[in-house]
């Protein structure tokens, strides 16, 4: 199903995709991740 996502519906629904994804990305290193315990 993931695939089928990645390889049919974003070629196919692309111009709606586009419109709505950010270049707001952040590179998060090893060194900065860490898991909080809940």
Same mark, same amino acid.
């Given at each position: =199903?993931?695939? =089928?996502?990645?390889? &049919?519906t974003i070629?196919? &629904?692309?111009?709606?995709?586009? &419109? @709505?994804v950010s270049?707001?990305?952040?590179?998060?290193?090893? @060194?900065d991740f860490?898991?909080? &315990?809940?």
């Amino acid at each position: =199903a993931i695939l =089928a996502f990645f390889r &049919e519906t974003i070629p196919r &629904e692309w111009k709606a995709f586009r &419109e @709505q994804v950010s270049d707001n990305f952040r590179i998060i290193t090893h @060194q900065d991740f860490r898991v909080l &315990e809940g």
